[in-house]
């Protein structure tokens, strides 16, 4: 295609940018292979394999990808940031700046703040000062519950007609059934997406670690497995009697996936994630009570580590998500069993979830779809595709080169990485957001 047929305004005042010799993938289509693409403002004019067959026009700036990976800007499903409440912890400028660097350019935020977004006012807060203060797009989940008490609906059909692209209570389930099912026909008039952290709390409750060997010769408190597929199969039973539609946050073991697997063959509206953590890291990885490994979910064996792997390579798992937490020094120098819970992932989600790719898993188009298309389709979200009229949200990385995560690379506010030290394989060159660049490596 000619450049002269994509139909581009050249008037005056209208950035055009030209990103050529690239390896251009675009999940939505399938397509992986040579490619050119055209922007102008915030969003494509067009993108192909021959875009430039009469040359780039003089009014481009002009990217060359050094053949490189051009694909559509990450989207992150699951960040946690402490604005409001806890901006010791993070800011959504320090979030955002991370996200940048992982070349992800729309994060989606938990309710769990203080205060907790429950309402219309807390939703058009975090918007605005998302507006104002973010390199990418920040975009909030919603408390599915008053105060994530658990006891009383929040005001679903509201906050979504303000700007929430789901609802959930985070990091808690929501374990009182009649008030799940009440949450689910309400959500389903909306067609609103309903998202549950899947782990039954009494179950669950003083636990710190996967239940088993490892637990028991460190002597810390286990978290059954059972824990979580109980709460799933529940809401799967729920989401039968009202046809919402459902995600199951983070996956965590074998069973699970299977369970899920079978929801899918039985046409339910569910769908689910896991963090690039639980791809790569295994119960063994708390060694010597290494706080920076304690998650929630936690680390399960090797088996269900591979089953992860299996559920997100034949598409049972439809995203990957950082799982974003971040805690001060303070909070994870402590005794494993009272140290805070979570590590952050912004920075690292690509590199981590390109191990699936570099280990013979799952193609590298399959792998990008779980964090792009997957997650804007789910969330009704622009984004997430290389083609005319899209927001101009791109991510050019280098999937061979590797690097060293290190405590002085590391962005984001707090430093609790479980990666610490690791070399991790795929770097982020340039991370694009509305057609400007909110990030480029100078090293290379």
Known sequence: MSVAATGYNSAPGTHLTAYVNARM????????????????????????????????????????????????????????????????????ESASLAAAVGGVTTIITMPNTDPVIDDISLVEFLKRRARFGALVNVH??????????GIGM??????RQAGAV??????RAIANAVLM??????????DALIVQHVEEPMLAEGG???????????GLTGIPDAAETIMLERDLRLVQLTGARYHADQLSCAASVEIMRAAKRQGLPVSCGVSAAHLALNENDVGNYRTFFKLSPPLRREEDRAALVAGVADGTIDVIVSGHNPQDQESKRLPFAQAATGGIGLETLLSVALGCFHNGHISLCDLLARMTTN???LLGLPGGKLSKGQPADLTLFDPGK????THNQVRSKSKNTPFEDRHLQGVVLRTVVAGETGFIREEV
């Not at 909030?140 to 008490?149: D, E, I, R, S, V």
């Not at 099912?181 to 909306?190: K, T």
């Open 181 to 190: 099912r009440r949450i689910l026909s309400y959500a389903s008039r909306y």
């Open 208 to 218: 710190c670690m996967n239940e088993g060997e490892i637990a028991t010769r460190l």
């Open 140 to 149: 909030p989940m919603a408390a599915a519950t008053q105060g994530l008490q």
């Open 154 to 159: 929040s005001e679903i059909g509201l906050m």
């Open 402 to 405: 590797s690097w060293i995560v």
């Open 166 to 171: 789901a609802f959930t209570d985070g990091e």
């Open 375 to 377: 997650p804007a389709r």
């Open 25 to 92: 993938i675009d999940p939505a289509s399938g397509y992986d292979g040579p490619g050119e693409l055209l922007t102008q403002g915030g969003l494509i004019v067009d993108a192909g394999p021959k875009l430039f067959t009469d040359g780039v026009p003089a009014e481009c700036e002009i990217i060359d990808c050094a053949g490189q990976v051009l694909c559509p800007g990450l989207i992150d499903m699951k960040v946690f940031v402490g604005e409001p409440g806890a901006e010791h912890k993070e800011t959504l």
